[in-house]
C-alpha cells in the first residue's frame, strides 16, 4: 500500500511540474524576444547604401551611406578582403589611384590615403584634384583669394613637381592625361595645356 501511495504521489509531483513547465516557459519565452520599440531617434542611423568605384584591381570598394533622416551622408572605402573601414562624412566623390591611393574632399579639405602603409595626409582649401592615367600625379586645385585657383602637381611621393597661381578656369581630361587651364596676368589671358607623361609637358 505505501508503495502505491508513494507512486501514485510521484506521478502527481511530475505531472504537476510538467504543467508548471507549459505555463511559465511560453511567457518566459515571448519576454525574451519582445523588442524594444524604436524612437525618432533611432530614424537618425537608417540608411541606403549605394555603390561608389573598385580599384583597378578589385581589392579596395568605396560606397556611400545616405542617411535621409540626419542628412549626414557619409562616404566609406575598405579592403575589399580585410573589412577594414575608413569613414568619410559629407565626402563628394571619392577616387582610387590603382591600387596605390585613395582620395575625397569633405568640404574643403583633402584627405589622400596610402593604401599601402595606411597613411592619411589632409590638405586644405582645395576644391577639385585627380589622378593621371598612369597612376604618376594626382592634380589638385586650390581655392584663392582673389576668386582665382593655385594649381598643384605632386608625384606619388607627395613632392610637389609643379606649382602655378592665376588659374581662371580648368578642365580635367576625361581620360586623365593632362590638365588644360586659362590664366590671367595683367589683363593678358592666356591658355596653357600639362600633359602626364613620365615627366610632365607643357605645351
Known amino acids: 500500500m505505501k508503495v502505491i501511495k508513494f507512486i501514485s504521489a510521484l506521478t502527481f509531483f511530475r505531472f504537476t511540474c510538467f504543467i508548471f513547465w507549459l505555463v511559465t516557459c511560453p511567457a518566459l519565452v515571448g519576454q525574451a524576444s519582445q523588442k524594444r520599440l524604436l524612437t525618432p531617434k533611432d530614424y537618425e542611423y537608417w540608411n541606403i547604401m ?23 551622408d557619409t562616404l566609406v572605402f575598405q579592403n575589399s578582403s580585410a573589412g577594414q573601414k575608413h569613414f568619410h562624412p559629407d565626402a563628394k566623390e571619392g577616387k582610387f589611384n590603382a591600387e596605390m591611393h585613395f582620395a575625397c574632399i569633405s ?28 597612376h604618376k600625379f594626382i592634380s589638385i586645385i586650390f581655392k584663392s583669394s582673389d576668386q582665382k585657383s ?45 600633359l602626364f607623361k613620365d615627366d610632365l609637358q607643357k605645351k
Not at 110 to 122: C, V
Not at 150 to 178: H, M, W
Request: net charge neutral; with cysteine; aromatic share 12%.
Open 50 to 72: 549605394s555603390p561608389d568605384k573598385i580599384s583597378s584591381d578589385g581589392n579596395w570598394v568605396s560606397y556611400r551611406l545616405h542617411y535621409e533622416y540626419s542628412k549626414k
Open 107 to 134: 568640404k574643403d579639405t583633402l584627405f589622400l590615403h596610402d593604401l599601402k602603409t595606411g597613411k592619411m595626409d589632409k590638405t586644405p582649401r582645395v576644391k577639385a584634384f585627380d589622378f593621371s592615367a598612369n
Open 150 to 194: 593655385d594649381l598643384e602637381i605632386r608625384n606619388t611621393a607627395g613632392k610637389v613637381v609643379y606649382q602655378l597661381s592665376g588659374l581662371t578656369t580648368y578642365c580635367f581630361d576625361p581620360e586623365k592625361k593632362g590638365i588644360v587651364y586659362e590664366i590671367s596676368q595683367n589683363d593678358v589671358s592666356s591658355v596653357e595645356m600639362l
